[in-house]
């Protein structure tokens, strides 16, 4: 093999904070797989992958990374991974997307590292802490590791193991909590308790693990909106992780879900709905030190983010704004933050030529389809995301 054709294994995705992270592949897909709203690994057999091969990859990834910064000094840079070397590597078909993964992770320089895929602590203790120690040993500048996994499957695991776990280089944990609502849990088969998400938390900082819960508002449907709100708040209040973010339910046709929406057992939240039940949902945050943020790009509100207590009102201000819109600019806002022009409210006030220029879209729209083809049109431009 040339040495350019080097790969190690990655997974489909990682959270959007970890975009620049270096991603390895620990576990393949999810070992529960029945969250009605989750399409990404429907389909996929989970599997352990040995420790071997874990550190064959890790292996893999330095030589690599040395590989490219030995290209650095060729092309006189230094050793830095700088734009020549990144476009030196990206503009050669003969490099494999591992070399291009490594590169950019270099030329970012985040230090960082996301272990996939979707429930990594589901791996025996002392296996977990053997891949860790090796990631640390091969590469020592490391700034932080981190994984996801399942509150069912960290609830398992002793405080003692969750703290080996963390003495082995683990900093941090990303949960998909979704609800605090037990019923809602149990209809979308989240397959965990609100008190087992409670425990879990608990724990996972107990052990020194930073915590980091998704929370995904639109998930109660118009049926149980206000209850998954207040409830999820309440769960929250009660772990108090370093981190809640906050990624909007979409529901592409390839989710279970979908067939609650077809059969009208399941009514999506429209965007008015879904801002006001994040006003409550934030007015229900109490007591906590969490930082939250909206970074995904499903979310309508971008700036609902802030540390509490003290952004609260911040927070509030920013749903309120939107809530406060005449309908007609609410539906401009919409469109334009659907379609990547805007980040806020604000936006609407700056930019008069967008702002014309969706106007008579929509009106186009509207006057062909009706305001049934308005919401479909903001729809699928939602949908282009997932
Ligand atoms: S546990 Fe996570 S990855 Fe697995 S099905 Fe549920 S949402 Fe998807």
């Given amino acids: 093999m040339m040495e350019k054709e080097l790969s190690f294994e990655q997974g489909p995705i990682r959270p959007p904070n970890e975009a620049r992270s270096l991603l390895l592949r620990v576990t393949r897909n999810c ?10 690994y429907k389909g996929r057999k989970f599997s352990l992958r040995t420790v071997e091969e874990i550190k064959k990859d890790i292996q893999t990834a330095r030589d690599i990374s040395d590989d490219i910064k030995a290209l650095s000094w060729k092309l006189g840079a230094r050793g830095s991974i700088d734009d020549q070397v990144v476009s030196h590597i990206f503009g050669s078909s003969s490099y494999s997307d591992s070399y291009r993964s490594i590169a950019a992770w270099l030329y970012y320089g985040t230090g960082a590292c996301f272990l996939q895929d979707a429930d990594n602590l589901v791996m025996k203790t002392k296996n977990l802490v053997d891949v860790l120690e090796f990631l640390k040993e091969k590469f020592p500048d490391i700034t932080r590791i981190t994984t996801y996994s399942r509150s069912r499957t960290i609830v398992r695991k002793s405080l003692e193991s969750l703290k080996q776990i963390r003495k082995a280089g683990l900093d941090r944990i990303h949960i998909g909590l979704e609800s605090g609502y037990d019923p809602l849990l149990k209809l979308v088969k989240k397959g965990v308790t609100a008190a087992q998400h409670i425990t879990a938390g608990r724990n996972v900082i107990e052990a020194g693990i930073e915590l980091s819960e998704y ?5 109660g449907g118009q049926e149980m909106w206000r209850e998954h709100a207040v409830e999820t708040a309440r769960v929250l209040n009660q772990i108090n992780p370093h981190f809640i973010r906050l990624r909007s339910l979409r529901v592409p046709s390839r989710v279970p879900l979908f067939e609650k929406l077809k059969d009208g057992t399941f009514t999506m939240q429209t965007d008015d ?3 006001e039940e994040i006003r409550v949902f934030v007015e229900n945050l109490e007591g906590i030190t ?8 499903m979310n309508l509100l971008e700036e609902v983010t802030g540390k509490m207590p003290e952004d609260k009102e911040k927070m509030l201000d920013v749903v309120r704004a939107y809530q406060e819109l005449p309908k007609s600019e609410r539906l401009i806002y919409r469109v334009g933050r659907r379609g990547g022009a805007y ?9 008069p030529v967008t702002y014309e220029k969706i ?3 929509m009106q186009e729209v509207k006057t062909k ?4 083809g308005v919401e479909k049109f903001i729809a699928d431009m939602v949908d282009r995301y997932i």
Avoid at 290 to 297: A, F, G, L, R
Avoid at 369 to 372: F, N
């Fill in 31 to 40: 070992p529960w797989n029945q969250c009605l709203f989750c399409p990404v």
């Fill in 369 to 372: 389809e009706g305001t049934q």
């Fill in 290 to 297: 969490s930082t939250v943020t909206s970074d995904h790009i």
């Fill in 359 to 361: 106007k008579n879209l």
């Fill in 273 to 275: 709905r879904l801002a």
């Fill in 215 to 219: 929370v995904m508002p639109g998930l």
């Fill in 343 to 351: 980040r806020s409210t604000d936006d609407l006030k700056h930019d």
